[in-house]
């Protein structure tokens, strides 16, 4: 599904417009990314939460060549899925 489809998504199950859904949609990834950029964490009870951790620096190998090369850290966004959500999938 792409944001095409969970904005078509969204406005029939909320019956609302394509518009209105597409601002839903907008606002609520805008809302995560912010929080996340700020360094705090998003739980939605159920589904589940949204966080960034700090990945360390390490050695990794080029894989066309393989010379041994260094891996700066940095911040990544982790998920880690709720039990209705993981359930689902089941």
Same mark, same amino acid.
């Given at each position: 599904?792409?944001? %095409?489809?969970?904005? +078509? /998504?969204? %406005?029939? /199950? +909320?019956?609302?417009?394509?518009?209105? !859904? !597409? $601002?839903?949609?907008? &606002? #609520?990834?805008? %809302?995560?990314?912010?929080? =996340?950029g700020? &360094?705090?964490?998003?739980? =939605?009870?159920? #589904? &589940?939460? #949204?966080?960034?951790?700090?990945?360390? %620096?390490?050695?990794?190998?080029?894989p066309?060549? &393989?010379?041994?090369?260094?891996?700066? +850290?940095?911040?990544?966004? $982790? #998920? $880690? +899925?709720?039990? $209705?959500?993981?359930? /689902?999938?089941?």
């Amino acid at each position: 599904m792409n944001k %095409a489809e969970l904005i +078509a /998504s969204v %406005a029939d /199950s +909320a019956d609302i417009t394509k518009a209105a !859904a !597409a $601002k839903a949609v907008q &606002g #609520f990834v805008d %809302a995560i990314t912010d929080t =996340l950029g700020d &360094g705090d964490k998003i739980t =939605l009870v159920g #589904f &589940g939460t #949204f966080s960034v951790v700090k990945r360390a %620096a390490r050695e990794g190998r080029n894989p066309q060549t &393989g010379k041994k090369m260094k891996i700066k +850290a940095k911040k990544v966004v $982790k #998920f $880690k +899925a709720g039990t $209705k959500l993981a359930d /689902s999938v089941k």
